[in-house]
């Protein structure tokens, strides 16, 4: 059974705050990740971190930002929301040497 | 893009009925996944097969990879209405890139 959490689950906020989205697996895999998916649409990749101390910008252009200073953590931040950041974040983690990724929930987010 | 292409979009079926889905993709691959989402929740592993490999079996689902057309089916057998999900495909690569996923196919299933 994948152990990957996503909190907060829904927020909504207003224009111009600072957020940040955790996410956490207990597998200790190296590989993490973060999927913006609008309802019903398509995932993309907006970053990826493949151990602690690195990341990668994904396929699409984000305002947002992350870190790995721990395995086991990814949080991604906002710095100022947005309306057009409105959307689903998933959250994924993989192991080293395969490439099954196991998704948390979700954070559904609402910039007003 | 190296994004795969499922088909169709949508599909809607009786319960009972056997549900088809496809995926074309561009590029080699070193591995194709199939991944089930319901609404609103995030995405679940559902079956991986190699490029060395034909069909796979696991349960109810069938899956076939075809490298000389870069193409891929799910096949759920006798389907039920809890079936009722999105269906991504996702190709794995070499050289240590993340999955590429394709747009979906949402199934329902009538009861």
């Known amino acids: 059974e994948a152990d990957i959490y996503q909190t907060p689950r829904y927020l909504v906020i207003g224009t111009g705050k600072k957020i940040t989205l955790e996410c956490s697996q207990t597998?200790?895999?190296?590989?993490m990740y973060w999927y913006q998916q609008d309802p019903g649409m398509e995932l993309h990749l907006i970053h990826y971190?493949?151990?602690?101390?690195?990341?990668e910008k994904g396929d699409l252009s984000s305002e947002s930002t992350v870190s790995r200073i721990r395995t086991e953590h990814f949080p991604l931040t906002l710095e100022s929301a947005r309306p057009s950041h409105t959307s689903q974040y998933l959250c994924?983690?993989?192991?080293?040497?395969?490439?099954?990724?196991?998704f948390g929930p979700g954070t559904r987010l609402t910039v007003l | 893009s190296q994004q795969g292409e499922e088909d169709p979009q949508a599909l809607s079926i009786q319960e009972g009925e056997n549900a088809t889905m496809n995926c074309s993709y561009k590029?080699?691959?070193?591995?194709l996944q199939w991944y089930r989402q319901n609404s609103g929740r995030g995405l679940v592993h559902l079956i991986l097969?190699?490029?060395?490999?034909r069909e796979k079996h696991s349960g109810r689902l069938r899956v076939t990879l075809d490298t000389s057309k870069k193409s891929s089916s799910l096949l759920i057998t006798a389907s039920r209405a809890a079936d009722t999900a999105s269906y991504f495909c996702?190709?794995?690569?070499?050289?240590?890139?993340?999955?590429?996923f394709g747009k979906g196919t949402r199934l329902s299933v009538i009861a």
């Open positions: 994924a983690s993989s192991d080293r040497d395969a490439d099954t990724q196991y």
């Open positions: 597998m200790g895999h190296d590989k």
């Open positions: 971190s493949y151990g602690v101390n690195s990341t």
């Open positions: 590029t080699s691959i070193n591995n």
């Open positions: 097969i190699r490029s060395n490999e």
């Open positions: 996702a190709t794995g690569h070499s050289g240590n890139t993340p999955l590429v």
